[in-house]
C-alpha cells in the first residue's frame, strides 16, 4: 500500500512537473515569438522612415531642379529681348556681337543645365559672359567689377548654380538703370572661414524703395520681378534642409548723407560641406 501511494505521488509530481515545463516552453515560445515580431516591425519602421527620408531627399532635389529651370527661361528671354532690340533699330553690328556673345553664354548654361553645383570658376564666366551682354543691351550704360578672395581656388569651390545672376539682373534694371550716370556694380566672393563663404552684389544705384515706384515694361514687370526673388529664397531654403547647413540670403540698402539711400547691398552666406560635391 505504500508503494503505491509513492508511486502515485512520483507520477503526480511528474505529471505536475511536465505540465509547468510545457508551460515553460510555450510562454518562451511565445516571447521569443513576441520579441522577433517586434524587431521585424522595428526593422519595417525603421526601413519606411528611411525610404520616406530617401523620397524627401528626391523630391527636394527635384524641386530645386526645377526652381533652378526657372530662373534660366527668364534669364535668356532678357537676352533674346536685346538682341531683337538691336535687329529692330538697326544695329547690325551690335545684334551680331551679341548673338555671339549669346551663343557662348547658352551653351556654358546648357552643358550645366542638370547640375545644382558649379565651381566658382564656372559661376564668374557664366557671370562676366552676361554682363558684357547687359553692357551690350544698355550701350555701356555700366561699369563692373568680378572679385575673388585671394584665399579661394575657384576652380574647386562649390557654388550654387545661377543663384547670384537673378540679383545681378535686378541691381541693374531696377537700381542702376533709373540713375543718370556713375553706374557701378560690384560682386566679390569672401572666404570668411573654413568652409564658410559669401557673395556680396553692391550697385549704386536708387534702392528698393524708389524702384517700387517705377513702372516698368512687359519685359521687366514687377510680378517678374518678384517671382525671381521668391525662387532665390526657396532655393536657399531647400538647401539649408537638403544639406543641413548654412545659407542666407540678406538684402539692404546702403545708407547715404541726410536720409538717403545710396544705393543696394545682397549679401549670400553659404557653407560647403561634402554632399555639394557628390553626384545623387
Given at each position: 500500500?505504500?508503494?503505491?501511494?509513492?508511486?502515485?505521488?512520483?507520477?503526480?509530481?511528474?505529471?505536475?512537473?511536465?505540465?509547468?515545463?510545457?508551460?515553460?516552453?510555450?510562454?518562451?515560445?511565445?516571447?521569443?515569438?513576441?520579441?522577433?515580431?517586434?524587431?521585424?516591425a522595428?526593422?519595417?519602421?525603421?526601413?519606411?522612415?528611411?525610404?520616406?527620408?530617401?523620397l524627401?531627399?528626391?523630391?527636394?532635389?527635384?524641386?530645386?531642379?526645377?526652381?533652378?529651370?526657372?530662373?534660366?527661361?527668364?534669364?535668356?528671354?532678357?537676352?533674346?529681348?536685346?538682341?531683337?532690340?538691336?535687329?529692330?533699330t538697326?544695329?547690325?553690328s551690335?545684334?551680331?556681337?551679341?548673338?555671339?556673345?549669346?551663343?557662348?553664354?547658352?551653351r556654358?548654361?546648357?552643358?550645366?543645365?542638370?547640375?545644382?553645383?558649379?565651381?566658382?570658376?564656372?559661376?564668374?564666366?557664366?557671370?562676366?559672359?552676361?554682363l558684357?551682354?547687359?553692357?551690350?543691351?544698355?550701350?555701356?550704360?555700366?561699369?563692373?567689377?568680378l572679385?575673388?578672395?585671394?584665399?579661394?581656388?575657384?576652380?574647386?569651390?562649390?557654388?550654387?548654380?545661377?543663384?547670384?545672376q537673378?540679383?545681378?539682373?535686378?541691381?541693374?534694371w531696377?537700381?542702376?538703370?533709373?540713375k543718370?550716370?556713375?553706374?557701378?556694380?560690384?560682386i566679390?566672393?569672401?572666404?570668411?572661414?573654413?568652409?564658410l563663404?559669401?557673395?556680396?552684389?553692391?550697385?549704386?544705384?536708387?534702392?528698393?524703395?524708389?524702384?517700387?515706384?517705377?513702372?516698368?515694361?512687359?519685359?521687366?514687370?514687377?510680378?517678374?520681378?518678384?517671382?525671381?526673388?521668391?525662387?532665390?529664397?526657396?532655393?536657399?531654403?531647400?538647401?539649408?534642409?537638403?544639406?543641413?547647413?548654412?545659407?542666407?540670403?540678406?538684402?539692404?540698402?546702403?545708407?547715404?548723407?541726410?536720409?538717403?539711400?545710396?544705393?543696394?547691398?545682397?549679401?549670400?552666406?553659404?557653407?560647403v560641406?561634402?554632399?555639394?560635391?557628390?553626384?545623387?
Open positions: 500500500m505504500p508503494i503505491t501511494t509513492n508511486i502515485t505521488t512520483l507520477l503526480l509530481a511528474a505529471t505536475v512537473l511536465a505540465f509547468c515545463f510545457l508551460l515553460f516552453l510555450r510562454y518562451r515560445s511565445r516571447h521569443l515569438l513576441l520579441k522577433n515580431n517586434a524587431a521585424a522595428a526593422h519595417h519602421i525603421n526601413q519606411q522612415e528611411n525610404e520616406l527620408q530617401l524627401r531627399h528626391q523630391l527636394s532635389e527635384l524641386k530645386l531642379s526645377g526652381l533652378k529651370s526657372q530662373v534660366n527661361p527668364h534669364f535668356a528671354f532678357n537676352c533674346l529681348n536685346g538682341i531683337y532690340t538691336a535687329l529692330m538697326g544695329e547690325t551690335l545684334a551680331q556681337e551679341y548673338i555671339s556673345g549669346f551663343a557662348i553664354l547658352l556654358k548654361m546648357l552643358l550645366l543645365t542638370d547640375k545644382n553645383f558649379i565651381s566658382l570658376q564656372e559661376e564668374t564666366d557664366m557671370l562676366d559672359q552676361y558684357r551682354l547687359e553692357q551690350l543691351r544698355t550701350n555701356n550704360g555700366f561699369v563692373y567689377t572679385k575673388t578672395d585671394s584665399r579661394i581656388s575657384p576652380a574647386t569651390l562649390p557654388v550654387p548654380c545661377m543663384l547670384v537673378p540679383f545681378v539682373e535686378n541691381a541693374i531696377h537700381g542702376l538703370m533709373h543718370a550716370n556713375d553706374r557701378q556694380l560690384h566679390r566672393w569672401i572666404q570668411l572661414q573654413q568652409n563663404y559669401a557673395c556680396e552684389v553692391t550697385d549704386n544705384g536708387i534702392g528698393r524703395a524708389q524702384a517700387l515706384q517705377y513702372h516698368h515694361d512687359g519685359l521687366k514687370t514687377n510680378n517678374h520681378h518678384s517671382r525671381g526673388m521668391e525662387i532665390c529664397i526657396e532655393r536657399a531654403s531647400l538647401y539649408r534642409s537638403l544639406y543641413h547647413t548654412r545659407f542666407d540670403i540678406e538684402i539692404t540698402d546702403l545708407p547715404g548723407e541726410e536720409n538717403t539711400v545710396r544705393g543696394t547691398r545682397v549679401y549670400i552666406t553659404f557653407e560641406v561634402p554632399a555639394m560635391t557628390t553626384p545623387h
